[in-house]
Every structure is written in C-alpha cells, then in structure tokens.
C-alpha cells in the first residue's frame, strides 16, 4: 500500500515474533497504526501544504455526534498532488515524471449503548493515478572496465539518448513511453468490544479489504525500444479475530482465534520491440558467438537465427487462495509483588492453492520452442573447452581433419541446432524464457510462542528477558525466475532473544530505556531484484545482533527532549541459492 498516513491516534511498534497477544502472526516485529476514533467532543483539523514543483497536500477531519454519549461518527479526507520533479522527453517532448495524484476518505461510527458494549465501524477508500517511476543515471557504462563499448554507447549508435553520471541532479531522462502506475485500495472493518462479566472482556474483529494495481513501465529506461512491462493485479482478503480476555488481581489473560481468506490474481507480460536484437546482440557480447556459429554452418547447414523475436510476448497469470487458522493465548501471572511470568502460545494452520500459467507469443501466434533450450556453455566457455574455441584452435592453425570431426560429431550439432531456431535468446532473460506452469497446494502447521521473565528493582525500575519464535508461511514466485531457482519457497522461521531495563528517575523527569537483541532467521525469505523480474527464495540462515538506547526528558512542563540510538549488525550466514551478480561494471563519467 502506497499512501498517505491521515488523522492517526499513535504509532505502536512491537519488536520481536508477534502472535499470542492478536490474530495476524509475525515473524520479527509489527508495526500498529491506529486511526482516531470518533468521539462526542468538538474534535477536528484542516490542514494544507503547499509546496515548490505545485506541491498542495489537503486534510480534514472532524466529529459529529448524533446522539449524546451513544453514537459518533468521525470523517477523514485527504488528497495530494505536486507535478514530477523528472524531466522525461518523449517522442520530442518534456514531459513530467514522478508526479503525486492520490485521494482517500475514511468515514467511521462508534456506537456505545453502555458502558459494557462498544461498536466501531470504520469504512475507508484512497486512490492513486501517477506518471511513476523514472531511473536516473549514476552510472553512464559508455565503457566497460575492459576498455570495450558498453551498453551506453550500443543505445547511443542507435540513436538513444545518454546521460552521463555527472547529470544525475539534472533529474532527466528520455523514454519510448510515460510510465502509468494506477492504485485503488479499500477496506471494511468492525471491532465490537463487550464487557460481559467483572474483569472478562470479548471482543470481535471482522474486517475485508480490497487492492488493485495497474503499471506499464519502459522497462529498458531509455529512448530506444526495446522492452516493456505491464503489471495488472488484484487482491482481496476476509479476516475474522476472537479474543477473551481477562483482568485479575494477579494475572491477566488473552484467549484467542484467528481466520484469514485472501485471494490473489496477477496478469503480467514482457514485450519485445523493434530494436531488441540491435541492443541485445552486441550489448551481452553475442556478436562473436554469431559469428562463429555462422562460421560452422559452413560444415554443418544450421546457421545462427535471430536470437530475440520482434514484437514478442511473454505473458503469465497467476492465481492464488490463500486460507489461514490459529488458536493464540498468552498469560501473566505475578510470581510475587515483583516478579511477573509471560507464557504465550501460538498454532498456526496455513493452506495455500497456487496456479500459474505461461504462455509465449511471436505477435499474435503462440510461440513454441521445439527440443532442447540453447546451451551458450557448451559451445563457448572460460575453460577453452567449448565447441567454438576447439573449432578456433583448428581454424587458426588449418586443421581441417579436426574441423570436420567436430561437424560430424553429433554432440556438437546438438549443441548447435538450438541456435539455428528463431528466439534462441528468450533463453537468456528469465523474463523471457519459456517454462512449465505452476499448480501447486502448500499446507503448513507450526507452533510458536513467547516466555518472558520481568522484575521491578523498585517501583521505579523493571529488567526483564524475553524469548520468542516466530512463523512465515511459504509460497510461490509469480515472475518467471531463472531455470535452476525453484519457484516454491519454504516456510520462514525465527527464534528472538532480548534482555533490558526500564528506569525511570522522577526527580529529574528522565527515563532512560535499553535493550540487547539477538535474533536467528530460518529460512529467510530474501527477495532480490534481478533485473529482469524479482526472484524470492530462502537464504537459509540470518543472524541479527544490536542494542538499543531511549531516553525521555522533561525539563519543564513545556519541553520534552528524546533521543534514541540503536547499532544492528545483520548477516547472512547461509545463502546457498543466492542470486548471480547481473550488472556490467562500467565506468563513471
């Protein structure tokens, strides 16, 4: 969700595994943001800013109360809008990139018949209809480290436009299209407290929400067209949460249930244009593996084939349902006046149904490949022993006794017939490349949980040692990885420890706050950008260590100084699956 954060109560942040206090389960920490709720007061605020580049930010809110004490409702509204700050020239014309163009409203009732019964109905929807995003140059690659062309200098024999990293501040680019990135998100939920005996407390959380998003990119940043991308998705999602709590002398309670529903969709395709092969062929050094395999045709009849296909598509739609359970509880009880015992315990039950399928498209046709994909490694690698350095070798010192033993060798047409199909370089591009469709059912349990221990020095100073597991479920890619990844992850689990102090100084107005942390990531859910699509896989172990400082200050009753330092040092400690490095090094204007 991409939008503005109006009218908000507080900001609550819980660090560390979250799931036996409330219904939705974490595995490292959740963030709460609580809207305002209505009341029977004069309550409300207008605000605007305005800015430079038309910056003009909008927001009310205000109460109104119907009847005395029993029902109030609250309205929040905001919208914003600034022209890009991007200079893009399209087709001949400065256009504005990176603009702000978004609306939301947030309506709400809070009905209190008694002091016992609360309802509080919040119904809220925000659009967004923006010209996002634009990338910038830092570096210009106009030559590689090697001293050879580099991919910048490929665009600008073609006619493209090329910025230098010295321009980055001018905020300019140029593009075959404006990218369009549309956004339309709503939601529906009702919590309804009751106070149905002396210290017990119910309440129900039923709640819907609904997001949609829609973005066409020039995917290959430039003026030359080459490639583009559109991105169409929906999703929608039920939850329902029971919790019983108690308030005793010395103990308090919270019993609880927790249903999740949600339903996925996704439509995205990768177009190839008119200068894909012109950028693409010298751009990943395919011009002397063209030219060697046009030079064994000679021997053999198959000749290289155009590797990219203008005007081909690659689409994929991608379903998912997604049903979820858990039974949660956590208990304090007071060991003694002042020490106190947490116990939490969490079961999560997770069923995911995952479909996608692919397709592939030379215009308006399907596009099938036929055998076995193109193995570049068999005919050219850093060892000397590909097929095309052995023929160089014979070649350079003419031996043709050894030139046509490898044509008729049928290993080596094998490893030559790929190429003479047309498309061969789809193989290249994750993106791109063909690949089987995804149907698959995950089902998933794990138990989690929290015990903490807490002792007050005084009444004025409380230490306290915690630990506690949590739980991601897995599930699938829905871009097209590259062959060799496996489009299924597994589940992530975390285990966290923490120790600390909480002190207060009431003569000098001063609380001082500080923790050590230490957690372990199982099966970390690493996302990597991987320049064609995002590929998501378990990085198999991660480690995060760090302290923490807080101090609040009150020198007068008008003055509040804070201040906080926090040091975490996180690594990877396994990653067996790592993304390969895909960038060219280049050299910085």
């Not at 002792?455 to 062959?483: C, M, P, Q, V």
């Amino acid at each position: 969700m991409i939008n503005e954060l109006v009218d908000m109560q507080a900001v609550e942040v819980l660090r560390g595994p979250q799931g036996t206090l409330f219904g939705k389960n974490t595995p490292a920490g959740a963030i709460q943001f609580r809207t305002r709720a209505p009341g029977h007061d004069t309550d409300g605020f207008v605000s605007v800013t305005a800015g430079n580049y038309g910056l003009l930010n909008t927001a009310a809110a205000a109460n109104l109360s119907l009847v005395p004490d029993v029902l109030a409702l609250r309205a929040t509204g905001f919208s914003g809008q600034r022209d890009g700050y991007v200079d893009a020239s399209v087709d001949g014309e400065t256009k504005d990139v990176n603009n702000r163009d978004r609306w939301g409203a947030r309506l709400q009732a809070l009905y209190t018949p008694s002091d016992q019964l609360s309802a509080r109905l919040i119904v809220d929807k925000s659009e967004i209809d923006e010209i996002c995003c634009a990338a910038l140059t830092v570096v210009d690659s106009l030559q590689n480290d090697a001293g050879t062309p580099g991919p910048s200098a490929i665009l600008q024999g073609l006619g493209g436009t090329v910025f230098g990293g010295d321009q980055f501040e001018d905020y300019e680019t140029a593009l075959n299209i404006l990218p369009v990135s549309r956004g339309e998100d709503s939601g529906v939920s009702l919590e309804v407290n009751w106070e149905f005996a002396e210290r017990w407390t119910l309440t129900s959380v039923t709640a819907s929400r609904d997001y949609s998003s829609y973005d066409i990119i020039d995917s290959d940043f430039g003026d030359v067209n080459i490639i583009s991308t559109v991105n169409d998705s929906e999703q929608s999602a039920f939850s329902q949460e029971l919790r019983l709590t108690f308030a005793g002398e010395r103990s308090n309670a919270v019993l609880g249930a927790y249903y999740f529903d949600q339903e996925v969709a996704l439509d995205y395709q990768v177009a190839n244009h008119g200068r894909v092969n012109d950028f693409l062929v010298p751009a990943l050094g395919l011009g002397g593996l063209i030219d060697g395999i046009n030079a064994f045709a000679g021997l053999t009849g198959v000749a290289a084939a155009d590797p990219y296909i203008e005007g081909y598509r690659a689409p994929h739609h991608a379903e998912q349902e997604h049903q979820s359970w858990a039974l949660f509880g956590q208990f304090d009880y007071s060991l003694s006046d002042a020490l106190t015992l947490t116990l939490g315990l969490r079961y999560t039950e997770e069923e995911k149904s995952l479909l996608t399928a692919f397709s592939e498209w030379d215009n308006d046709q399907p596009w099938e490949w036929q055998g076995a994909p193109p193995s570049i490694d068999a005919l050219f690698n850093a060892s000397g022993s590909g097929y095309l350095q052995q023929m160089g070798a014979a070649a350079a010192i003419n031996d043709i006794p050894t030139l046509l033993t490898l044509a008729g060798d049928p290993d080596v047409q094998a490893a030559f017939a790929p190429f003479g199909q047309r498309g061969w370089g789809n193989w290249l591009f994750a993106a791109n490349s063909p690949r089987q469709d995804i149907d698959a059912d995950i089902t998933d349990g794990q138990v989690t949980g929290t015990v903490k221990l807490s002792y007050a020095l005084s009444a004025d100073s409380l230490i306290y040692t915690s630990y506690g597991s949590g739980y991601k479920s897995g599930g699938t890619n829905t871009d097209r990885i590259a062959i060799g990844f496996d489009p299924l992850f597994d589940a992530e689990n975390s285990s966290a420890f923490e120790v600390g102090i909480k002190s207060d100084f009431p003569e000098q107005a001063l609380r001082l706050n500080l923790a050590l942390h230490h957690t372990v990531l199982d099966n970390y859910q690493a996302n990597a950008f991987t320049g064609d699509g995002f590929n998501l896989q378990n990085a198999g172990e991660l480690q995060s260590t760090g302290a923490e400082a807080e101090v609040f200050w009150a020198p007068m009753d008008n003055t509040t100084v804070t201040a906080a330092y926090a040091y975490t040092d996180a690594t990877f400690k396994e990653f067996s699956k790592g993304n390969c490095w895909v960038a060219t090094p280049g050299t910085r204007a």
